[in-house]
């Protein structure tokens, strides 16, 4: 197999156009300079002063009592703009309202004004495309916040309850040892979980290796997550990507700048590895391991089988713990791929990290790995940045 590239060694940081500093700031800086570009047009139609380059060619003739009015249309245009240049500052999501309105503004005064402002529609085009994308990105994010909702719906205000050590018999003595050493006895029960965790992705064993963040929120009562991502393919193209398990069925959608669906997928496959995804991922709540839908067979010494039902989908995957407690793999059949091209695969999770979190402690770093017969395949390298239970909330984008 060919030799994999190594990982970067550091994750910039941001969302949408924001992940590449270098685009953002040119971006800024191009908003800015073509709003005041547009003072030129007030300065001209006010007679204010003699401006340089600029004829007073039109298009069309318009009757001079609307000199004025064409002239405060030249000044909307660059209060949108500058408007839009200080929301990218402060990365609020209404740049694209503002950013749509100074280029439509804009645009209809460059045409007015074709013979002198004719290279105004080129740059009109390049924020344009950065308008589309920022209309793309809060609209898929409002998707992934309507899923989350959707999956907090059923929490309620229950009144806590304790992990209790009786619950904790019958177990397979790993896992009991596991449960123990994460601190979960004692404990509040978990009902919800949000958290946020950083890595590196990669789609094929010689890729580059592609800088990544996420949020990531779980219900445990029934099972279920949404997953969001934000991937940024050769360093400058942003890739969002949804991942998520709700009411038993599982759902995958991936698309460039937030616009272009590059993968939706959505059948009984993907319902079997969403439903293993969660499984592998209680590792982040560990008192789930306890729950009804969860039943545990011991395999050895170190390891346990647990198996997942909801919903008529059913799951497993076998879990290897260390002589401090610790979980330290996972591994388990997984569908990669969907439809008929999908084939069954060993699908194996390491961690190489652990630190208590929310008084938890809890694998912190690892990988995703597919076992193939050709190799292995690393596509996901992740850290686990902040982990908060009971707080069934959206985080602030």
Known sequence: MTRARAAPAALPRGHGLARAPGVRVALILIVVIHGLIHLMGSVKEWNLAAVPGMTGATLFTIPASLSRVVGALWLAACLSFLAAAVMLVVRHDAFWIAGAAGVALS???VIYAWPDAKAGTLVNLVIAVAVVHAFADVRFQRGTDDAVRSLFAKQGAAAPTIVEPRELDGLPAPVRRWLEASGVVGKERVHSVRLKQRGFLRTSPDGEWMPAEAHQ??????????????VRMMRVIPIAGRDSYLGGKGRMLIAAASLLPVVDAADEKIDQGTLLRFLGEIVWFPGAALRPYVRWEEVDATSAKATISYRGVTASGVFTFDDQGRMVS????RYRATGATATLDRWFIPASAWRAMNGVMMPVKGEVIWKLKEGDFSYYRWEITQVEHNRPELYAE
């Open 330 to 333: 996972m591994s388990a059949d």
């Open 107 to 109: 645009q209809a005064l």
């Open 217 to 230: 929120y779980f219900s445990v009562d029934e099972p279920g997550f949404v997953w969001r991502a934000q």
